[in-house]
């Protein structure tokens, strides 16, 4: 390895001359006369009456499935533009004809479907069993199925063209209000103004007096633009209910247990488990509120490191680190790893401008991806490079499937890459040459359980709460603040001293139109890849293989089929959370020795 990584990631590749590609340009033309053409041959289509005439959809299947490959990678490179600078434009522009074009896309999707329902039931049979279409049988039955669920394939065309400027719109506005956030930070007495990306990695700062500083100027920033934030939110839940309305749904959960192939059983299990569980963790919290000579935690201390110093990593020294715990997995993994590096796939650079968060996109035309994040050296950052690495690895598994088989749900997407973050993180305290280093990574450990069975939980009460109150009418900046405080009490247990009202108003998340409710998956996900490592620790190498073929399964099973295949479990029953979560409870208890000497 190089030894000074470029960490800023290299698009030139993909489309050159960024926003004002010609080459780009060209292939939305293409793009949309292709979708318009294939609209109108889906259009002059029916149902077939007999086995032999579903051959005649054999060019329509590759069509289709070519035409998503594309959307794809039109959508991955236009989120790439819009994140690596916030301020350009011809980015949003980019976005905004994207997302008219696959509009119209959609609706052909739609009437497509509609052919697939009117299809009858033995035709369908036999047309599922042929080989050539075996591969993509499930993806198939899976729209039939949903487009029976669903208005007719006018008024759901309907509503996705005016999803455009009302839906996708509200969306693609509360990035313009994100990109005006500035938050006040002092630091070696000089006053400045941060980018919300810029400002979020320094919330759980080693000094307790910037954290408490840098959580009341995060806190006002938001206050500061909650009135617009409110608008969007509530318009968004408003376009969403209706549609939901129209088409006879009544569970605002409907859509994204769907969306993630598992049962109502399996998520109320999931979370009962972690309910019953929570105890052990409030006794974390406070233990650590007393490390830190606390009462108790402040919302901005719950991540906050152990100790007086916080040491920094490297860019360079974090890519080694994860490149060599991969390989101890699986030389695979490593390799993939290796190559984003090389190739330049990685957005990492600590500068203004940018969009927080970070996220791994796909580019199936080109098998290649790309990792956005802001890196400034802290243990938190590197975790969410491997995690962001693991999405990589996934897709790069399922690369060779049939575009319909690649189309995996966010629950297994988090799978892989919280698994890819346990490599690293379990490897490393494992490998602590001290125990005050062992106790500091085992912390930062346990900060990852308390988010996924605490922070995640606190959001899924407040969007769920939220959605109900929504039907009755919109909703104030200071109802959502009172809900989003009364979600965080009850999910923390009370435990903490102080909260973020205007979570609602900082996290992405609630305002992503592609993912409704954009929690619950990561918890799953989490305790899901924490049984499948637990199964890895027990069968060492050999199980490198069969961990891709259960990757390779993802797009083409539900949640509960999967495990039962390829772990041998039942989801809707309690045992497997029950073990997944005693992994996290047992590096609690851990934790709780090694410190019980250092509090009175």
Known sequence: MSSRLRQTWDLETIFPGGSSSGEFDAFLNKLSAD???????????????????????????????????RFRQAGAFVSCLSAQDQNDQKAGQLSARVGSIRARWHSIVATFDNLLKNTEDAVWEAW?????????????????SQARDKMSPELESLALSLSVDGYQGWSSFYNTIVRHV??????????????????ANKLGSADPKQREEMGRNWEQA?????????????????FRLALYEKRG??????????????????????????????????????????LLNADKLGWH?????????????GYDDAAALIVEQFRSFSPRMADFAQRAFDNHWIEAEDRAGKRPGGFCTALPLTKETRIFMTYSGTASNVSTLAHELG????????DELPTFSQRYAMNVAETASTFAEMIVADSLVKKAATEDERLVLLEDKIQRSVAFFMNIHARFLFETRFYEKRRSGLLTPADLSDLMVEAQKEAYCGALGDYHPHFWASKLHFYNTGVPFYNFPYTFGYLFSTGIYAQAQKEGADFADKYDALLLDTGRMTVEQLASKHLGVDLTQPDFWQAAVDVSVADVRTFLDMTASKVG
Not at 39 to 56: R, Y
Not at 129 to 144: C, K, Q
Not at 301 to 313: F, L, M, R, T, Y
Request: charged residues 25%; contains cysteine; glycine residues 4%.
């Open 301 to 313: 201390d719950v991540d906050a490191p152990i100790g007086e110093s916080e040491s920094k990593i």
């Open 182 to 199: 500035r938050v006040r930070c002092e630091e070696n007495g000089k006053t400045e103004l941060l980018s919300a990306a810029q400002a």
């Open 128 to 144: 599922m069993s042929r080989e050539t279409i075996a591969p993509v049988s499930f993806n198939l039955s899976e729209g039939r």
């Open 249 to 290: 749904w009544e569970n605002v959960l409907r859509e994204p247990l769907e969306n993630n192939r598992m049962s109502d059983k399996t998520l109320e299990t999931m979370w009962q488990v972690i309910t019953d569980n929570k105890p052990v963790f409030v006794e974390y919290l406070n233990r650590k509120a007393a």
């Open 35 to 69: 979708v318009a053409s294939l609209g109108t041959t889906i259009d002059g289509m029916q149902p077939p009456k007999s086995a032999e005439e579903t051959a005649s959809f054999d060019p329509v299947f590759e069509q289709v499935q070519d035409i998503s490959a």
């Open 391 to 398: 999405h990589g690895y996934h897709q790069h598994v399922m």
């Open 222 to 238: 938001w206050t500061d633009v909650e009135d617009y934030c409110a608008d969007t939110l509530n318009h968004l839940a408003g």
